[in-house]
């Protein structure tokens, strides 16, 4: 569950930081593609800027055509007598110069084109060219849609007023015709496509070369004098009615009127049918022209301007951000491995601090007992003291030997090696050895000792041998902290998990001293003991609750303690475990591979024994509990005097072999293949068993593979080692 | 750990990738398909069913909505009308792009250049059984090339000349004038003496009348000054529809003659910058004698005015062929574009057989000359001048032989026959002109071949 919530957290951190860090993009991407917005839109205005002072340059140079065309005629003037000739010459100056057509309007407001003479509106290209002039301006300019001469093209109309101020001897008082008027103004006509033809915007045209942006130029009434758009056609319009028809715009036709009339330069948009448009508006910087000049682009080309560029810059953020957060996690990985090996590091530290100093304490009083016992040894008055001081060596040395066995678990478990092996077990039998093991240490401590065992599924597939080293444990912990005239509860129940699985749940209570809320945090640590008052006086390697829990954490169970400090402790272990049915060899007598037997030894008692020990003192232990257990020890210093020995040895002369499995000249592996491969009757059936003090499991799997029969450890349990004979001489005689 | 939190980490970063790669797509409906028509804009269509429409452009239109509306499927046909005489701008430098022609309504030689791009969809097949059977054979053969149809005509004008008859009787040239809906046939010596008698009075009066249209400004003066070079009879090309000019002694006659009308005042001043326009403003100002007409011109109006103000005789105006009893003939029709969609193609096809089918929109042609005979023999009574066209068809000559690269470019026969005709008429500072007849003749000669060959050497049709 712990893990399930640390997963989840950092899921969520990483969630979050990913939300937060593709919003920082999305911030991102939305201010650049708006600045970059701003920059197309700024280009736009250059380009228009640029467009507006061609057509405005391009008005300014036709007026100054127009002015040559006054001077030349000043100095022609006194040739133009008739019509035909007025006709022909401005005929060459409309071909000499840029306009379609040059008239001359005269004072009396006749005036004369290159292909006739009119007087007034009988004319069907009559044009009141006078209006041109109605306020001061000398120069004009405007847009015009029908003037049959030019047929369906759309022209726009020059008019250029001669000065009337005498001093001009240049351009004032030019008289032509029989009648000799005086010339008021020259006029030019220009079809609008020469306008036209000068805004190519090149800058908008998209992948299939369609113009996605235009320029036009409107009069002051909104008419088109340029409709760029639709510059091949003859359609015109207006637009304030464009603007008024449009779906959507940011101005009314009213706003972009006063605008127009302000002489504002100002953007504004219009949407039709999904369409949006930009428009740049801008009066053409020229006095005598009212005219606005109006670029139109489609959103589309700034969006598609600004659109690679956001790409861009959201795919190169978020390739920076996804290295980032792997940067992240590999830093998280690599800080997270630092920390465990730091931690790890300083366990070992600790470890070995704490085994140094657990090692050492026992071994210091074990020493000085020896050297007190070595000086007393001659003094007769102090024997008594010299049988007292022994038995608290021997305690000592059953202590040492109690903390390398937990060292050894500990150091099996963290590593792996230990083997959840799942067999039949009997509950309530398992549950009745444990109390009955305990039964004699808790009563004799003056405590109470009460069962409770409620078993509603007899048999289930675990490894009963580590859930009774928890168990035991449990019970010896209770023992030790629980002062006389308290009580100690042992309960065992069980819970149905489903059809096939039962949760067994063991309980053990006590009255005892309980731990402090510190202390109950660090209780599964390693070399952890409460140092209060009252269990001070008590001994412990501080190793045993934290095989308890490494091995219940093993089996897929838990552990768990509530206590309350000079109240008791109640330890909680649950082991789930699949239900199976009871196996004969458990029906019909459960308890007698594990009892010791007190007359089942007789039979070997006696027997020979071949001890292969290199190491003298330990070999000399050895012989020495056999023999005051009724053995013949015989002694091997090596693997390969064993052999010898056994070869040597008359058929079935050695009961068993006592094999170190780490010895000079020939291992003790090496020596039981050979001896099985002996030619000899006894060699495949004379018992091995491996004597080491290690007990890995692959120790115990080397041994086996070798031919060895069983695996016991050094030191060697007399009624351990009788108790296993018994069982391999059963086994034997079953197969026999 | 490590591993888990970045397996973990993976699969958010891919999740939260993937959701945010959904939320850019969106589904797009097939949007409907969308025709353009382009159509050159024309002043005026004499629609005599509809008065309603006036133009083209507005026939099509109405056409269109009605099309639309009893069609199967989702369309939209937009009409754009484009200048007169910009068709390169209005279609070739559109292919391709968005707005690019599906439809084309126009006048033949204007689109028969088309037909060589490979673009122009060969359209025998929308042509029912009635169809073929109410249009004339010839009508339909201006459109075919290579035996294909390519250009469906809808009707068809021709090019006569109008002139005022007050001027000739004016000055003595009655004798010329012929009474009634006849077009007349006056041989060069009488159209010499009716133009040098009018140019002569003309400046005698010094009002800048002119006796005769001529412009070369721009290339719409190709038809009639191509008739005028067969004023001294023969053909203009040779057996392999190649022009044959330079040695042309009719050719080299026709175009002294045209020349010398410079110098006796026949002519508006500067005819070479001078355009169909000027001449149509000059010629409604009562300023030029000589004018071009056909039923479909903005004159028409006024010949019905002047044929219908008193006595169904005509008091103004009187009607004969260009020089040399030559005039031409001018279908106008569609054509369909392939613009790489063939789906689009049979809804072009489809329009314009609904377009033909529906009585109401094939009787629009009635008011030029009609191609359906149906139509023809409905209104004939109406269309004035009808019956004397008809009659005088036998004079029409086939000047463009639909060969390619007529027009479109800027060496096509059309963009380099006007300005040779403009060097013909142009004068030099010394006086004399900047090219004589027979150099006129042999420039001709070489850079209209040199368009066919080129046009023939590009031609692509579209199978």
């Not at chain 1, 020059?158 to 001009?168: A, F, I, S």
């Not at chain 1, 042992?490 to 510190?518: A, L, P, R, W, Y």
């Not at chain 1, 799997?701 to 296993?724: C, H, Q, Y």
């Not at chain 2, 909505?65 to 009893?70: K, L, R, V």
Request: glycine residues 6%; hydrophobic residues 40%.
């Amino acid at each position: 569950m712990k893990r399930l919530k640390s997963k989840c957290f950092y899921a969520l951190f990483i969630f979050f930081i990913i939300i937060v860090l593709f919003s920082a993009i999305y911030v991102y991407s939305v201010v650049t593609g708006n600045i970059l917005e701003d920059a197309a839109v700024n280009n736009i205005r250059e380009v228009a800027v640029h467009d507006r002072n061609t057509i405005t340059m391009f008005i300014e140079y036709n007026w100054k055509n127009q002015q040559r065309i006054g001077e030349r005629l000043k100095r022609h003037s006194q040739e133009l007598k008739t019509v035909s000739q007025i006709n022909e010459y401005l005929g060459l100056e409309a071909y000499e110069s840029t306009f379609d057509k040059v008239y001359l309007l005269m004072e009396d407001g006749s005036y004369y084109t290159d292909i006739t003479y009119r007087k007034g509106s009988e004319d069907p290209d009559y044009y009141p060219y006078m209006d041109l002039f109605a306020d001061t301006d000398s120069y004009k300019v405007i847009a015009y849609d029908s003037l049959p001469v030019m047929g369906s093209d759309k022209v726009v109309i020059y008019g250029y007023r001669l000065p009337d101020n005498p001093q001009d001897k240049v351009l004032s008082g030019i008289k032509i015709g029989e009648d000799q008027k005086e010339v008021y103004a020259v006029i030019g006509v220009c079809r609008r496509s020469s306008i036209v033809d000068g805004l190519v915007i090149e800058n908008y045209v998209d992948e299939s070369g369609n113009t996605q942006g235009y320029s036009s130029v409107v009069d002051e009434k909104g008419e088109y004098v340029v409709d760029r758009k639709d510059a091949a056609s003859s359609v015109s319009d207006n637009l304030f009615d464009i603007v008024k028809r449009c779906d959507k715009s940011n101005l009314t036709p009213a706003d972009v009127q006063d605008k127009m009339l302000a002489g504002e330069e100002f953007w504004f948009y219009m949407e039709k049918n999904g369409v949006r448009e930009l428009n740049y508006c801008a009066p053409l910087n020229s006095s005598s022209v009212d005219w606005y000049f109006i670029m139109s682009v489609n959103d589309q080309v700034v969006k598609d301007q600004t659109k690679l560029f956001v790409l861009l810059i959201i795919a190169a953020m978020s390739a920076a951000i996804l290295v980032i957060i792997i940067a992240f996690v590999l830093t998280l990985i690599m800080q997270r491995k630092t920390q465990i090996a730091h931690a790890q590091e300083k366990a070992q530290s600790e470890f070995l601090s704490n085994m140094s100093h657990e090692i050492r304490t026992p071994l210091n009083g074990i020493v000085g007992l020896n050297y007190l016992m070595l000086n007393a040894i001659d003094t007769p008055e102090k024997h008594h003291q010299i049988k007292e001081w022994l038995r608290k060596s021997q305690n000592t040395a059953e202590y040492l030997l109690a903390l390398i066995n937990d060292v050894l678990d500990i150091s099996k478990l963290q590593a792996g090696k230990v083997e959840i092996t799942r067999a039949p077990m009997l509950v309530e039998a398992m549950s009745e050895s444990v109390y009955s093991m305990q039964y004699d240490n808790i009563t004799g401590r003056g405590v109470e000792f009460i069962k409770d065992i409620r078993i509603t599924v007899p048999c289930i597939q675990c490894d009963e041998v580590h859930i009774k080293q928890v168990l035991m444990n449990i019970a010896g912990n209770a023992a030790k902290f629980t002062p006389a005239g308290g009580t100690i509860r042992f309960s065992v129940n069980q819970s149905m998990i489903d059809e096939n699985h039962v949760m067994t749940v063991f309980v053990c209570e006590d009255t005892g001293c309980g731990m402090s809320k510190e202390f109950l945090n660090e209780i599964f640590n390693k070399f952890t003991q409460d140092r209060s008052s009252i269990s001070n006086s008590t001994k412990g390697t501080g190793l045993g609750m934290a095989i308890s829990k490494l091995l219940v954490d093993a089996m897929g169970g838990e552990i768990r303690v509530e206590s309350e400090l000079n109240k008791g402790s109640t330890f909680t272990v649950e082991i789930p475990a699949e239900i199976c049915e009871i196996p004969d060899y458990l029906k019909s007598n459960p308890d007698e591979a594990e009892k010791p037997d007190d007359n089942s030894g007789s039979g070997v008692k006696a027997a020979k024994i071949l001890v292969a020990e290199d190491n003298e003192l330990n070999a000399e232990i050895l012989m020495e509990i056999l023999s005051q257990s009724g053995f013949v020890p015989v002694h091997a210093q090596n693997g390969q005097e064993a052999v010898d020995i056994f070869e040597r040895s008359k058929i079935n002369e050695f009961k068993m072999i006592l094999m170190d499995m780490r010895m000079p000249v020939l291992d003790g592996c090496e020596a039981s293949a050979r001896i099985r491969e002996l030619d000899r009757e006894d060699a495949k059936t004379v018992t091995i068993f491996a004597c080491t003090a290690n007990s890995f499991q692959e120790d115990r799997v080397k041994a086996l593979d070798s031919g060895m029969n069983d695996f016991v450890t050094k030191p060697i349990d007399i009624n351990t080692l009788l108790r296993k004979m018994e069982k391999i001489d059963r086994e034997k005689h079953n197969i026999q | 750990m490590g591993k888990r939190i970045t397996a973990f980490l993976l699969q958010i970063i891919i999740a939260v990738s993937f959701s945010f790669s959904l939320s850019g797509c969106s589904g797009q409906s097939k949007p409907e398909k969308e025709i353009i028509i382009k159509v050159p804009h024309t002043s005026t269509m004499n629609c005599i069913s509809n008065e309603n429409i006036k133009n083209v452009r507005t026939l099509l239109e109405l056409a269109s909505e009605d099309f639309i509306a009893q069609y199967d499927k989702e369309v939209k046909i937009k009409v754009i009308e484009f200048e007169g005489g910009e068709e390169t701008k209005a279609i070739t430098n559109s292919f391709g792009k968005s707005d690019a022609a599906d439809i084309l309504y126009d006048g033949f030689f204007n689109m028969s250049s088309f037909i060589h791009t490979g673009k122009v969809v060969p359209i025998d097949d929308v042509l029912t059984p009635e169809m073929k059977e109410d249009i004339s054979p010839a009508y339909l053969e201006h459109g075919r090339f290579n035996n294909k149809l390519y250009m469906l005509p809808y009707m068809s004008s021709e090019n006569i000349l109008i002139y005022n008859r007050e001027m000739l009787e004016k000055y003595g040239l009655s004798e010329y004038i012929d009474e009634g809906e006849v077009i007349s046939d006056w041989s060069i010596e009488d159209w010499t003496k009716i133009l040098n008698t009018l140019a002569d009075e003309f400046a005698k009066e010094g009002k800048g009348k002119v006796p005769m249209m001529m412009y070369a400004k721009d290339n719409q003066g190709d038809t009639h000054i191509m008739t005028m070079l067969r004023a001294f009879g023969g053909d203009l090309f040779d057996g392999n529809n190649n022009f044959d000019l330079a040695d042309n002694p009719n050719v080299i006659s026709a175009l002294r003659w045209i020349q010398n009308g410079v110098d006796s005042g026949w002519y508006l001043p500067v005819p070479y910058y001078k355009t169909m326009s000027d001449n149509s403003s000059k010629f409604k100002m009562d300023e030029l004698a000589f004018y071009n007409f056909n039923l479909g011109s903005s004159t028409y109006s006024r010949v019905k005015e002047d044929y219908n103000a008193e006595t169904n005789t005509f008091k103004k105006y009187g009607f004969v062929n260009y020089p040399g009893n030559h005039c031409t003939i001018f279908n106008e029709g569609f054509e369909i574009f392939d613009n790489g969609d063939s789906e689009k193609i049979e809804i072009a096809k489809d329009f314009i057989r609904y377009f033909y089918e529906t009585d109401k929109w094939l009787e629009c042609s009635a008011g030029s000359i009609p191609v359906s005979k149906k139509v023809m023999e409905k209104y004939k009574g109406d269309i004035l001048l009808l019956e004397a066209f008809s009659q005088n068809a036998v004079n029409a000559v086939d000047y463009t032989h639909n060969l390619p690269n007529w027009q479109g470019s800027e060496n096509s026969v059309r963009s380099v026959f006007y300005k040779e005709i403009a060097l013909l008429m142009t004068k030099e500072a010394d006086g004399n002109f900047a090219v004589t007849p027979e150099e006129c003749a042999s420039n001709l000669q070489e850079k209209l071949n040199t368009a066919i060959s080129e046009g023939r050497r590009n031609s692509i049709l579209h199978e």
